[in-house]
Each structure stands twice: as C-alpha cells, then as structure tokens.
C-alpha cells in the first residue's frame, strides 16, 4: 500500500456512560452488548455493571462526586437508557446532575437520551434530562431518541452529543437541587 491509498479509518469509538434504571437491566444490557459489542459503536462504563462498583450512599453529592470520579470523568458522554419507570429514579437524576458539572476542573458530558425498545417510541423524561431539551432541538443541550436501526445513525447521535459539550455548553440547565427519594412512576403509579 502507498502512502497515498492508505487505508480508511475506523470510527471513532466514544467512552459513553450509561445511565438506566435497573429494573430495565435485561433490556439495557441487550442493547449495551449489540451497539457497543456486535455493531462496535462505543465504549460502555457502567457503575454497578455485573456487581461491580455499585455506590451504596443515600447522601446525594456523595453519590455524584464518586460517580463523576469513578465513571464519568473517563468518558464524554452520557447515554440515558429511557424505560417506562427510568424518570421516576433517583440515581438517574443523580449521574445526569454529575454529566452536566462544568467548571474549571470538570468539562460536562454530552447528553443523549434513548428510548429502549420495549418502550416503543415514546417515553416520560428524567425532569432534569427534560430541563435540558427543547421538542425542536433549538437552543438546548440535549437531545433524546428512539431505539437505532443503524450504528451509523447511534454513532451520529453519540458525536453529536461529544460536539455539543463545546457547542451548546451555554444551554445546559444543571439545577442545584436533587431528587432526595425515587418519584412516584407516571406510568405504573408506584415508587419503586
């Protein structure tokens, strides 16, 4: 091969953390080990995957800070795994708050939202992924889909996501406050 036929480059591979609610554990883990296994599109970090890490605190900016720490600052992007119960979670609503920390030490994620595909094409949003996206994509940070049938398609949301940490930075809306216990489900009417 000469130097001017070189070969093409693979796609760049994001380290994309996941946030989920873990009664959809079944579902997220299929849809972890086709997008980033089988079809190769990114790279997943999971607190608590197979066991592991798993955070056990009550005290929410304990929780964020280690979370932040420990996953989040070894990746750019944060994949929300969205269920019919995922808004309802606490944890969700605490690793999206430590995706979008900014500061002089801390560079926000991007922020992406999926709709699994048991749900179907439509879903309840964690209230502060929702505080962050605009139905129209104008003007937000964040934007939220459903389910890919194509790695291109999930690898063009993913690097739109890495994008907007440097290009819709100013619309990130990161309140201080923190959903201290799991709301009630808007669907199935129970706190899980």
Known sequence: MNWWTAAPSAPIRRKVFISYYRGDRTAVDAFVAYWAGVQ???????VGAYGEDIINSDDAEYVIGQIRTRHIADSTVTMVLIGSCTHSRRHVDW????????????????????????QGT???????????WIRENRDCYTRYYIAPSMPEELRSWIEDAYGARTTRATFIRNPVETMRYNGRCRVCSLTH
């Open 40 to 46: 190769n599109v990114f790279i997943p970090q999971i």
């Open 95 to 118: 690793e999206i708050k430590a995706s979008l920390r900014q500061g002089e030490v801390y560079t926000p994620n991007g922020l992406l939202g999926i709709i699994l595909p048991y």
């Open 122 to 132: 439509t879903a309840f949003l964690p209230p502060r992924f929702e505080a962050n």
